[in-house]
Every structure is written in structure tokens, then in C-alpha cells.
């Protein structure tokens, strides 16, 4: 059964504190992992797709990376409009499986 | 202006009562999804459907039901025999590939009393 962890649960950081978030997986056959954007009340916005170990992708402030066993989200300089819950995800076949989330708050 | 639609935003129902939440995309995507979010728990797998007239069950399929007969459009009900029902449901779609991306609807906020 594929299973995703992310920590911390809930991370507060003052306006331009740089810091990363953690997704741990497992998954028999990673056919990508995913990380998404998700604003109070609505739907989650999707921000990236990684498919194998070593791949770095990037959008405005945000990194996302990816070992054999696990991804982060690296957040540089972050503002108070990257506050937000960031959600991970991974597949091995049709179905997505879903972490908890990190809340991101960022302090101006 | 392609996405996915929700509607309605909010939902107000008595116990006993069978709802149907509408999911509507104009990305021409194969697969449709609906998930249930719960505070403190992920997302959740109901019901997914990759070809018109077809579906199958997720981790989460008792006590609702789908259809799929138009590729734009994917209505989930919420019927009596679902205990938990008060939640916020997300639809989503995806373009069949590597990867496959979902991208997801504005949600709908079902409120049963």
C-alpha cells in the first residue's frame, strides 16, 4: 500500500526565513510524485510533478526535489502570500495517494 | 477558458435526504476524480472514472455513487447510507500519460444536520 508522510505538520516562518518541507513516500514503481497549493475553502493548485530521483524543479520561490524515499519543498525568501497548506502526493499506477499536508505560515 | 466547475459552493441537507454534487470540465481530459477532505486527514479517494461509462470504486465508495455519461461531466450523490457525510468534496480530472496531473475543481462544502 503506498503511504505519504509530511513534516512538519504546521510551520511558521518570519517574511524572507528561507526553509525547506518534507514529504516521505513509499510506493511500489513511483510513477510521479506531485506537490500541491491548497488556500483555505478551496480546491488544491498544482505546482509540480517529479517522476525520478535527482529531479529539481522550480517556480518563483519554490524548489521541489527528489530522492529515492522522499521529496522537499525548499521555500527561499518566502512572503506572506506563500502562506498556505502544501500537499504531496504519489502514484505507482492510476490513483493518487495523499499526505496530510504542512500549513505554511509565513509572518510579515 | 478551460478548468473544472463545482456546484454548488455550499450545500445544506437533512439527514435521510440523497444530494448530488456536479463536477463539470472543459480540458478534454479522459479520467475524472472525486475525493472527500476531512480536517487533520488527506485527501481521500471515492470514486474515479477514466472512460465515459465506466467508473470504479476508491478507498471510500460505500454510501456513494457516480455516473459517467459524457466525458465533461462526472455527478457524485451522496446518498442516505453515508454515515459521515458533512465534508468538502473535491473533484478533479486528468489527462491520461505519465504523470498524470490532476487538476482539481473549487470544491463543494456539504453541510448534513
Known amino acids: 500500500e503506498d503511504q505519504v508522510t509530511q513534516s512538519p505538520e504546521a510551520l511558521r516562518l518570519q517574511e524572507g526565513e528561507s526553509s525547506s518541507l518534507n514529504c516521505s513516500y513509499t510506493?511500489?514503481?513511483?510513477?510521479?510524485l506531485f506537490w500541491y497549493r491548497q488556500d483555505p475553502g478551496k480546491g488544491p493548485e498544482f505546482l509540480f510533478t517529479?517522476?525520478?530521483a535527482g529531479e529539481e524543479k522550480e517556480k518563483e520561490r519554490l524548489k521541489a526535489t527528489l530522492t529515492k524515499k522522499e521529496s522537499f519543498l525548499h521555500i527561499t525568501a518566502p512572503k506572506p502570500e506563500d502562506s498556505a497548506t502544501y500537499l504531496c502526493?504519489?502514484?505507482?499506477?492510476?490513483?493518487?495517494?495523499f499526505g496530510t499536508g504542512t500549513r505554511l505560515t509565513i509572518i510579515p | 477558458d478551460g478548468g473544472i466547475t463545482q456546484s454548488p459552493k455550499y450545500l445544506f441537507r437533512k439527514e435521510g435526504q440523497n444530494v448530488t454534487l456536479s463536477c463539470e470540465q472543459n480540458?478534454?481530459?479522459?479520467?475524472m476524480y472525486w475525493y472527500r477532505q476531512d480536517p487533520g486527514q488527506g485527501l481521500r479517494l471515492i470514486y474515479y472514472?477514466?472512460?465515459?461509462?465506466?467508473?470504479q470504486k476508491g478507498d471510500i465508495a460505500e454510501g456513494y455513487s457516480v455516473s459517467r455519461e459524457k466525458k465533461e461531466s462526472f455527478p457524485l450523490t451522496v446518498t442516505s447510507a453515508q454515515k459521515n457525510p458533512t465534508a468538502f468534496y473535491l473533484c478533479?480530472?486528468?489527462?491520461?500519460?505519465?504523470?498524470?496531473?490532476?487538476?482539481f475543481g473549487p470544491g463543494t462544502r456539504l453541510t448534513v444536520t
Open positions: 502526493a504519489v502514484t505507482g499506477n492510476e490513483k493518487l495517494t
Open positions: 510506493v511500489s514503481g513511483l510513477r510521479g
Open positions: 517529479l517522476y525520478s
Open positions: 480540458l478534454n481530459h479522459d479520467a
Open positions: 472514472s477514466q472512460i465515459v461509462n465506466d467508473f
Open positions: 478533479a480530472s486528468a489527462r491520461l500519460g505519465q504523470g498524470n496531473e490532476q487538476y
